[in-house]
């Protein structure tokens, strides 16, 4: 999806509330769920809703990307049955479009690389503008080195990237995740050792474990510095259907949707 939307933009207006616009590259018309209007619906509903900032709820932080919701507003805000949203929702789960975290009351949807192409740059279209971005680029290009561009690109590889983003998105609330360049440095020692694959679902598992108990996260590095990924991973119980929650039967219900690929 990513590549669908990185490029040029055109705009979509927010609603009353929701000052501004959001980016939409013309190539999400070769997205593989634009056929169907219900996934676009709610991804594009997500999209305009998901915050622009971090902003402070109920004493937790909802970052950037994400938006905090419910089946039912969903469904009242799309005009979407809650079936429709549970079933687009597994759909855009499953090519990792958004990631979906529940508790007890609400669930926060994240959508992924939001920031790779919702970033704060505007497209500039006057010719006047556009003469003073090519100076700005010119000046940046005598000041930036090619040697530091490539420093400031290659310092972190995509899979560490990739596992500061999930560990960020799936922490649970108001745990801190600690200073990336010291997660940084003790992953390149876990990975002369270790797969990458082997360290992420070492630490998926250790993420799910702390949302079944409510436990509070660590610091990334100090679950990569105590964790013994050597160790097999231990698949936890799960909740009985008379257990869970409303909002967990919901996601029980999308993940086995996206595991049967169906919907």
Known sequence: ?????????????????FNGWVKIHRSLLDWEWYHDIKVVRL?????????????KFEGQTIKRGQHVTSISSLSKETGLT???????????????????????????????????????DETVTSTSTNKTTINQQTNNKQIT???????????????????????????????PIGEKKKAFQKYSALVKEFSDDIIFKHVEAYLNECKRTDTKTKHLVTFLNQHDFSEPIEKPREKTWEEMTPDERDDAYIAMAVKQGRG
Request: charged fraction near 20%; glycine fraction near 2%.
């Open 82 to 120: 809650g079936q429709q949203i549970r079933t687009a929702l597994s759909k855009l789960i499953s090519t990792n479009e958004i990631t979906n975290k529940s508790t007890n009351k609400y669930r926060i949807l994240t959508i992924n690389n939001y920031d790779k192409y919702q970033n704060n």
């Open 145 to 175: 080195t090619p040697e530091e561009c490539k420093n400031v690109k290659n310092k972190y590889t995509d899979a560490f990237q990739h596992l500061w983003e999930f560990y960020k998105n799936n922490s649970q609330p108001n745990s």
């Open 1 to 17: 999806m990513l590549k669908h939307l990185a490029k040029m933009s055109i705009f979509f207006l927010g609603a009353s509330m």
């Open 43 to 55: 991804f594009l509903h997500l999209l305009l809703k998901a915050n622009h900032k971090d902003r």
